[in-house]
């Protein structure tokens, strides 16, 4: 059966500090997605990866993908509050998501 | 086009009673998908149509849940029965016939089953 696991599940945090978030997969995946979510509302596409060693950049997010070990990151820098929200990649065999990564950022 | 569009936006209804809720895409979306979410979780697939085939349905459906997209374009997902356990948000998303079949999801339907 097909496995998305997310870590962390809980990230806080300080403005202007980088980490990363870990999405591995158990099967082989055509597509590796990322989405935002923020509270009360749907989600937001954020990423698409296709291929091993994609990358993709938009602002302070940054998403990679190596197929080889299932492994996706979503690297985020220098952070701001603005990026607080949850974040899910999903693979789409099935369309399985991960439980996703919930970011708060701190002043 | 404004993106996809989902209603009702919440429908409380009690437990027993049949509820159907539809999903517009955005157009020229050759696929669209539903999900169930709730409180705290990632989405939970349910099933996918392209065009107005319904080419997977999730194993954990029960068939109490049925999905349809007539033409091709919107699409209804029916609750028979409902029980409390059904209570979620219900996600649509849809995508256009790119290599990334990137999804678009609506605002999502709340169903609370009393």
Not at chain 1, 2 to 23: A, D, H, R, W
Not at chain 1, 49 to 71: F, H, P
Not at chain 2, 79 to 91: C, F, K, N, V
Not at chain 2, 98 to 110: I, S
Request: some cysteine; aromatic content about 10%.
């Amino acid at each position: 059966e097909l496995k998305v696991e997310q870590n962390p599940l809980f990230l806080s945090m300080q403005e202007g500090k980088n980490y990363t978030i870990y999405c591995n997969y158990s099967t082989t995946s055509d597509r590796l997605y990322w989405y935002r979510q923020d509270p009360g509302k749907s989600l937001e596409s954020l990423f698409v990866l296709l291929s091993n060693g994609a990358v993709k950049q938009e602002g302070r997010l940054m998403a990679s993908l190596d197929t080889k070990a299932r492994l996706s990151t979503l690297h985020i820098t220098a952070a701001v509050h603005d990026l607080s929200a949850t974040y899910f990649c999903a693979v789409d065999n099935d369309m399985r998501f991960g439980a996703g990564t919930r970011l708060t950022v701190k002043p | 086009d404004t993106g996809v569009s989902q209603d009702p936006r919440h429908k409380i209804t009690k437990r027993g009673q049949n509820v159907t809720f539809r999903c517009d895409p955005i157009s020229e979306h050759n696929r669209l998908y539903w999900y169930r979410q709730t409180l705290g979780q990632g989405p939970e697939f349910l099933t996918y149509f392209q065009n107005e085939a319904q080419l997977e349905k999730s194993r954990l459906l029960s068939d109490r849940f049925s999905a349809e997209r007539p033409k091709g374009s919107f699409s209804t997902l029916e609750i028979q029965r409902t029980e409390q356990g059904d209570s979620a948000m219900y996600l649509c998303a849809s995508s256009p016939p790119t290599v990334t079949y990137e999804q678009y999801f609506g605002p999502g339907t709340r169903l609370t089953v009393t």
